[in-house]
């Protein structure tokens, strides 16, 4: 999508904001021994609460209103009975639509008590959100935002998830440009014209290249992906306007400017 109007980014504002608090009500409310799927109905409950729908359930009927994901799993993790315990790490990640427009955000937390490796990759897995996000300005090269992350990881002894993709978003959750690399991509010429809109996600891991299928069934069809090999991985994730200026961050919660 191109924002071509200030209703259109203030419609992309709102849902990237609910996207945005739902994440942190789900973590200010998370506790060893919730399963996630009582986490999932916390985020259900404020997304309905403010107009919005599950952007994953309504578009691919997806077994869930969140994608709920704990250590092994990279992403799209279905909620269910797993049993949040203490020293987990857990992912949310949160889109939803709402008056026609999407917003797609997500973010990792350790559950105390955390350890130290935890929380030393949950501290940079933010930097290197961070080092993404100053790469977005139009006319800059999408591959930018990849190499900026790869020599973050290089430097800090990191691995990346090299086959989940940043993507277009707005009027779809799915839309051009697609397939943003997260890793260094030599390949990718493209650039970023004024008024993108785009996610920047980033899976920063202790070892792991691939997310891959598991051969059972996880309670809702086999969405959830794995670390491969399995190594602790966070995701955290913005969607952005690209502008002259730098990144337009549409994905913050209440009173964070």
């Not at 790869?150 to 440009?177: D, M, Q």
């Not at 959830?224 to 913005?238: G, I, N």
Request: with cysteine; glycine share 10%; proline share 4%.
């Amino acid at each position: 999508m191109m924002v071509s109007s200030e209703s259109d980014l203030e419609k992309l504002r709102q849902i990237g904001r609910i996207c945005a608090n739902a994440i942190r009500v789900m973590a200010g409310a998370m506790e060893a021994g919730m399963t996630t799927r009582e986490l999932d109905r916390i985020g259900r409950q404020y997304l309905e609460a403010n107009g919005a729908q599950s952007a994953p359930e309504t578009c691919y009927q997806f077994p869930g209103a969140t994608c709920i994901s704990i250590n092994e799993e990279v992403a799209h993790g279905v909620p269910g009975d797993r049993v949040i315990a203490p020293g987990d790490l857990v992912n949310i990640d949160v889109s939803a639509l709402k008056d026609g427009f999407f917003g797609d955000t997500g973010a990792s937390f350790g559950v105390a008590p955390v350890a130290q490796k935890t929380a030393r990759l949950l501290r940079d897995g933010k930097r290197a959100l961070s080092a993404g996000l100053t790469q977005v300005r139009s006319g800059a090269r999408y591959a930018s935002i990849g190499d900026a992350v790869g020599r973050f990881a290089g430097k800090n002894g990191y691995t990346l998830i090299r086959n989940l993709a940043s993507h277009g978003v707005g009027l779809s959750l799915h839309e051009e440009p697609a397939e943003i690399a997260t890793w260094p991509n030599r390949s990718d010429r493209r650039v970023m014209a004024e008024g993108q809109v785009f996610t920047i996600e980033r899976f920063l891991s202790l070892g792991a290249v691939l997310a891959e299928d598991a051969d059972e069934d996880d309670g809702g069809g086999n969405w959830t992906l794995y670390s491969c090999p399995r190594a602790l991985t966070v995701q955290f994730e913005h969607t952005v306007v690209a502008s002259r200026n730098g990144p337009i961050i549409l994905t913050l919660p209440d009173n964070i400017a």
